[in-house]
């Protein structure tokens, strides 16, 4: 098991593809960070979506994730700061479509990823964020492996089982074979259209197989969360306060910090 005094390092994690991984990502980094806590963004996904959101348009900077995994660099040298106050990021870079090759052949190919994380300065952080690609590929093994928690999203729009006992497999696997045990924090709902019988059938089936380990509340599927990306805007930004948008990631942030036992920081300037 993980070290518990450790700061909490989260996978954000599903090889489905499109089910809110990075939208998870990307406003549950913005809402802890609002609530005064100092949050990293590591991107692990091919496309880089979380980089495009909160990166700065500059353009890429030198270091980047793909980058300190091909070359051996230390992680560290990818860190860059956001637009957002306490949010840091670790950008993918372009040549993270090849780490996956890459790892195959490199030695402990499963903790490369731990290994360049030794030179994050972790305490500098109250929580830090992987988001990961949409295969349960290497890549994603090392961000499982280098962390202390996984976060799983669950689309409403499909019967998801059989992509999750993949993902439980993998766990097992990784329990057994490398002797890491990282717990579930949770599935997250995620596309909740309560119009759609589809949305109840998930939950049920979801509540049924795992209990207490799915969130009591998930995230609405909502034009905002579709629409704020393209403006390179977390909901934070992009929604107005009040919006549901907001309201769902105050939930999440409230349900993730009694989880993981964080205690109170004080309210956000500019609640939701
Ligand atoms: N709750 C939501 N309501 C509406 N659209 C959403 C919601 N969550 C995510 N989306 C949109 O769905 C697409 C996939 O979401 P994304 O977070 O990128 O998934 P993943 O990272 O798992 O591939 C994106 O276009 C995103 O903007
Ligand atoms: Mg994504």
């Known amino acids: 098991?993980?070290?518990?005094?450790?700061?909490?390092?989260?996978?954000?994690?599903?090889?489905?593809?499109?089910?809110?991984?990075?939208?998870?990502?990307?406003?549950?980094?913005?809402?802890?960070?609002?609530?005064g806590r100092r949050v990293l963004l590591i991107d692990l996904d091919i496309q880089g979506s979380a980089s495009a959101i909160l990166g700065r348009s500059e353009g890429e900077p030198d270091g980047n994730v793909a980058k300190c995994l091909l070359e051996g660099r230390p992680l560290s040298e990818a860190i860059i700061p956001t637009a957002y106050d306490g949010l840091d990021l670790a950008p993918a870079g372009e040549r993270m479509a090849i780490v996956d090759l890459h790892l195959a052949s490199a030695l402990g190919r499963e903790h490369v990823?731990?290994?360049?994380?030794?030179?994050?300065?972790?305490?500098?952080?109250?929580?830090?964020?992987?988001?990961?690609?949409?295969?349960?590929?290497?890549?994603?093994?090392?961000?499982?492996?280098?962390?202390?928690?996984?976060?799983?999203?669950?689309?409403?729009?499909?019967?998801p089982m059989l992509g999750l006992k993949l993902l439980r497999d993998t766990l097992g696997s990784v329990q057994q074979q490398i002797g890491i045990d990282v717990p579930i924090l949770g599935y997250v709902l995620t596309?909740?259209?309560?119009?759609?019988?589809?949305?109840?059938?998930?939950?049920?089936?979801?509540?049924?197989?795992?209990?207490?380990?799915?969130?009591?509340?998930?995230?609405?599927?909502?034009?905002?969360?579709?629409a704020s990306p393209s403006h390179r805007q977390t909901i934070y930004d992009y929604e107005p306060a009040g919006g549901r948008g907001r309201a769902d990631f105050e939930r999440l942030c409230d349900e993730v910090e009694v989880r993981l036992g964080l205690s109170r920081k004080a309210p956000a300037a500019n609640p939701a």
């Open 191 to 226: 596309m909740i259209d309560r119009r759609e019988r589809i949305t109840d059938e998930v939950e049920a089936m979801l509540r049924k197989t795992f209990g207490n380990q799915v969130f009591e509340h998930g995230i609405r599927i909502n034009t905002h969360h579709k």
């Open 113 to 159: 990823l731990a290994r360049a994380f030794r030179s994050v300065a972790i305490a500098d952080y109250d929580l830090v964020l992987l988001d990961t690609a949409p295969y349960l590929g290497l890549l994603t093994l090392n961000a499982i492996v280098a962390s202390t928690h996984l976060l799983v999203p669950v689309s409403c729009e499909y019967l």
């Open 1 to 35: 098991m993980s070290s518990r005094l450790q700061q909490p390092i989260i996978a954000i994690a599903n090889q489905k593809g499109g089910v809110g991984k990075t939208t998870i990502a990307v406003n549950l980094a913005a809402g802890m960070v609002r609530r």
